[in-house]
C-alpha cells in the first residue's frame, strides 16, 4: 500500500514515516561503503588490505604493476622474464648464464662464428700494411690527421639548421693550435652550443663556452681568440674578471658592520681608473687597488677586533698610530692607503674628522734592497752561458743582469722585437733598441729555436707548455721561478745592474736608456756613498742597509 512519495525519487513508499524509496535507502548504504581510489580515482568499495578498489588490489609481486587477470601474479613483462631466466643454463665454455644451444652444447656468443680478419691494404698516409676494409688511412694517420676537424666541421654544417659560415674556419684555427683530438672535441663542443636552444651569435656562444674560475676553459680561450682575430665578438676579459674577483674577496673579508664603505670605496677606485683612462692620465693598476683594499682590510680588522669599534666615525689617531705601529716595514703603504680612504670617507660624509691628517709619514729612504757580489755574478754568468741551463733560465737571467729588464718586459718580448740583422732587441718602453751582447744573443737564438720546435703560434719569444696553445704571455709566476734551479730571482739581478749604473752614469742618461722616470732612480743614487750631495740633500749621510 503506497502511503507518501520518495522525496529523491518520487517512487512510492509503502512505509509510514519513511521520506526515501527502499531502492534510495539502499544506494545510500552503498555510498557509505564507498570511497575514491587512490590509484585509479573510481568511486569504489576499498579493499582493507590494500587501500585501493579491487581492481587495483590486483598487483604483480615483482614489479607492483596492475594486473588484469583475477589469477595472475605476474605481469607479461615480469612473466617473460622469469621464463626466459628459468630457461638459462651455465655455459660449459664461457662459464656464463645463457641460452645454451642444442647444435653446440655453447652459449650464443660461444656458438657464433668469429669475424673474418679484414685483409691488409696499404696507408695512403704512411705506406704500411694495416688491416682496413678499403683505401684509405690506417687508424694511427686517420688519428694524426690534421682533417679530421674540417671533416667533422663539414659533417656538422651538413645537420644543423641554420649553420654558420665561420664554423670551418674555426675548424682550422683550432687544428693549428691543438692536438687533432683536442680540436675534434672542440668542435663537437660547439655544436653542443649551435643546438642547445641559445643565441647562436659569436659574442653569446662564446659567453655560454665561458667556465668559472681561474681559467676560461680551452674552449672558451680558443673561440675567444679566433673570434677577435675575424672581428666577430668582443673579447672575455679574463684579467678583469680575475681582478673583479679578487676585489670582492677583499670587501667579503672585511668584517661586517665596516663592510658597506669598503664596499663603496672599492666602486670609487675603479670608478676614479675609468675616468683616468678617458681622460688620458695614469690610471691605477689592479694590484695597486687591491693593495689598497687590503690595508683597508687590515684596519677594518684591527678596529673591530682590538679596538672593539664598529663605525668609521668612532676611529681616532690613537687607532691608526697603534695599527702602523704593527707593521713598521708597511708603514708608508698603509698610511697612503688609509688617508686616501678617509679623504673619500669625509668626503661623501661618512666620517666627520680625517684621523690620519696630522699623522707624519716617515721620510724617503734610499735603496736598501739586495744585490749580487762579484763573485756571485761571475757563478750566475758561467752557468747560464752554458748548454746546461734551460734556455728560459739563460734567457731570463742575461736580460735581468746585463740589461736591467724587468719581469714586465721579458713577458711581453716578442719574436718580433728581436733583430737578428742589427743584434737588436727592444724592450718594453724603452726609446731606442738595446744592442745585444754575444752571449744574451746566443740564449736568444736558444730561445728560438727551444720555441721553433714547440711548433706554436704564440708570438711571444718566451712560450711555455701552458702558453703554447695560446696568444698570452708566460705568466708573472713562472717569470719568477725561472730562476729557482740558479737559487736567485730576477728581482736582485736587476737591481745589481741599476746600482752600477747609476752610481757609474748620470742618473737622466740611465733613466733615458731604460725608461724609467729619473724620479725613481734617486733611491738608487742616495744609497751610493755621496757625502756631499747627501750633506746638501738631507743633511745627513745613509749608508747601505
Known amino acids: 500500500m503506497r502511503t507518501a512519495d520518495c522525496a529523491r525519487c518520487g517512487a512510492g513508499i509503502g512505509f509510514k514515516g519513511e521520506t526515501l524509496c527502499h531502492r534510495c535507502r539502499a544506494a545510500d548504504r552503498e555510498a557509505a561503503l564507498r570511497a575514491h581510489c587512490p590509484n585509479c580515482g573510481e568511486f569504489l568499495r576499498l579493499q582493507p588490505g590494500t587501500g585501493r578498489c579491487i581492481r587495483c588490489s590486483r598487483t604483480c609481486v615483482a614489479c607492483g604493476q596492475v594486473l588484469r587477470s583475477t589469477t595472475a601474479v605476474h605481469c607479461q613483462a615480469c612473466r617473460r622474464r622469469h621464463d626466459a631466466a628459468a630457461a638459462k643454463a651455465v655455459c660449459p665454455r664461457c662459464g656464463r648464464s645463457g641460452f645454451i644451444r642444442s647444435e653446440t652444447g655453447w652459449c650464443g656468443s660461444c656458438s657464433r662464428r668469429p669475424a673474418p680478419p679484414l685483409s691488409p691494404h696499404p696507408c695512403v698516409g704512411c705506406g704500411q ?113 680575475l681582478a673583479k674577483g679578487r676585489r670582492q674577496r677583499r670587501v667579503d673579508a672585511t668584517p661586517e658592520a665596516l663592510r658597506p664603505p669598503v664596499a663603496a670605496f672599492a ?100 735603496f736598501t734592497g739586495a744585490t749580487l757580489t762579484m763573485a756571485e755574478q761571475r757563478r750566475l754568468f758561467r752557468r747560464w752561458h752554458g748548454p746546461d741551463a734551460h734556455p728560459h733560465e739563460a734567457l731570463v737571467g742575461m736580460l735581468a743582469l746585463l740589461h736591467a729588464a724587468s719581469n714586465t718586459e721579458i713577458r711581453h718580448l716578442l719574436v718580433t722585437d728581436y733583430d737578428p740583422t742589427n743584434s737588436t732587441l727592444r724592450l718594453g718602453r724603452r726609446s731606442l733598441p738595446v744592442p745585444v751582447d754575444p752571449v744574451t744573443r746566443i740564449a736568444v737564438q736558444r730561445c728560438l729555436s727551444h720555441r721553433a720546435a714547440l711548433e706554436t703560434a704564440n708570438p711571444y719569444l718566451i712560450v711555455t707548455a701552458i702558453t703554447k696553445t695560446r696568444t698570452t704571455p708566460a705568466s708573472p709566476a713562472y717569470l719568477c721561478h725561472v730562476l729557482d734551479p740558479a737559487g736567485v730571482s730576477p728581482k736582485p739581478l736587476r737591481s745589481t745592474r741599476i ?47
Not at 516 to 545: C, F, M, P, S, T
Open 129 to 241: 700494411l694495416a688491416r682496413k676494409k678499403g683505401e684509405g688511412l690506417c687508424l694511427r694517420c686517420w688519428t694524426r690527421s690534421p682533417t679530421r676537424p674540417v671533416t667533422q666541421a663539414e659533417n656538422l654544417m651538413l645537420v644543423l639548421d641554420d649553420p654558420p659560415q665561420w664554423l670551418i674556419g674555426f675548424a682550422s684555427f683550432a687544428a693549428e693550435r691543438h692536438c687533432v683530438d683536442r680540436a675534434c672535441l672542440m668542435v663537437s663542443a660547439v655544436g653542443r652550443l649551435l643546438v642547445d636552444g641559445g643565441a647562436s651569435h659569436p659574442q653569446a656562444l662564446l659567453e655560454r663556452a665561458w667556465r668559472p674560475g681561474r681559467s676560461p676553459g680551452a674552449l672558451a680561450r680558443t673561440l675567444e681568440e679566433f673570434f677577435v682575430d675575424q672581428r666577430l665578438a668582443f673579447g672575455l676579459d679574463q684579467e678583469a674578471r
Open 267 to 366: 666602486d670609487h677606485l675603479v670608478r676614479s681608473r675609468e675616468r683616468a683612462r678617458r681622460a688620458g692620465t695614469q690610471p691605477r693598476a689592479d694590484s695597486t687597488i687591491e693593495q689598497t683594499l687590503a690595508s683597508i682590510r687590515d684596519l677594518a680588522r684591527f678596529v673591530t677586533g682590538e679596538r672593539v669599534k664598529t663605525d668609521w666615525s668612532a676611529v681616532e689617531v690613537g687607532d691608526i698610530e697603534e695599527f702602523l705601529g704593527e707593521r713598521p716595514a708597511n708603514r708608508r703603504r698603509q698610511l697612503q692607503s688609509s688617508r686616501q680612504f678617509f679623504r673619500w670617507a669625509r668626503k661623501n660624509k661618512i666620517v666627520l674628522i680625517d684621523p690620519t691628517r696630522d699623522i707624519p709619514g716617515l721620510p724617503r729612504r734610499g
Open 499 to 545: 746600482v752600477d749604473l747609476v752610481v757609474t752614469l748620470d742618473p737622466k742618461v740611465v733613466s733615458e736608456a731604460l725608461g724609467i722616470k729619473a724620479e725613481g732612480l734617486v733611491d738608487y743614487l742616495a744609497d751610493h756613498v755621496d757625502a756631499g750631495r747627501l750633506n746638501r740633500g738631507n743633511g745627513e749621510h745613509h749608508g747601505r742597509q
